[in-house]
Each structure stands twice: as C-alpha cells, then as structure tokens.
Nanobody, 130 residues
C-alpha cells in the first residue's frame, strides 16, 4: 500500500498549483482521504479532507475558498487544487488515507485529526514566493 504525491513546486503569490496523490496496492475507493501540510518549524496541520464517495469535504479555515479537494476513485487518485496561493502556504504537503471511517461520518474534528489516518505519502514541497 503506497501513497505518492506530486505536483509541488515554486510559484509566485497569487498563483495556482494542483497537487495529486496516487494510491496503489489496493483500491482506496472506500477510504476517507485528506491533505495535511507541515511548514518549516511548525507541526503538521490539517488542510482538507474528503469522504470516500466525494460527497463530503472539509477545509481548514486558512484555505477555505482558495483550495478544492477532489478525488477520482476509478483512477485511485486524489487532488488538491490550490488557488490564490500565499507565502504562508509554503510547506510540505502530504496525502493520507483512512479505510475505517464510514462515509456517512459528518465530523470536522474526525476528518481533521492526524491520528485518524493510517496511510501517508512522503510529501511534495510547495514554495510560494512573495
């Protein structure tokens, strides 16, 4: 079981990037999935999450209205469209998956908890210049 992120890079403030996460080893169509990030010198923090069928999404306040999480279960992939990027978005971005979370669960605190997720990717770096 493996998660691999891609799409990071250097972008100017106000620009956009789309991150991708491809899952392999089994189908992730029943997993809740999420993006977290860790800025230099800071703890890993929640960015966005999506339930297994894509009907429910959750966002950290700091990215709401700028970032969009989505998934394609036929391709075993998840995406994070990031618009209006700010220097404060500079971080390593990590995708995560949880096979245990029922798709009917409606709880921001559950989806945003680092400890909820069993599988993690190695991360992709995003740098936003001012």
């Amino acid at each position: 079981v493996q998660l691999v992120e891609s799409g990071g890079g250097l972008v100017q403030a106000g620009g956009s990037l789309t991150l991708s996460c491809v899952a392999s080893g089994r189908s992730f169509s029943r997993d809740a999935m999420a993006w977290f990030r860790r800025a230099p010198g800071k703890d890993r923090e929640f960015v966005a999450a999506i339930n297994c069928n894509g009907a429910l999404t959750y966002y950290a306040d700091s990215v709401k209205g700028r970032f969009t999480i989505s998934r394609n279960n036929t391709k075993n992939m998840m995406y994070l469209q990031m618009n209006s990027l700010e220097p404060e978005d500079t971080a390593g971005y990590y995708c995560a998956a949880d096979p245990k979370l029922p798709f009917t669960t409606r709880s921001y605190s559950t989806y945003s908890a680092i400890g909820q997720y069993d599988y993690w990717g190695q991360g992709t770096q995003v740098a936003v210049s001012s």
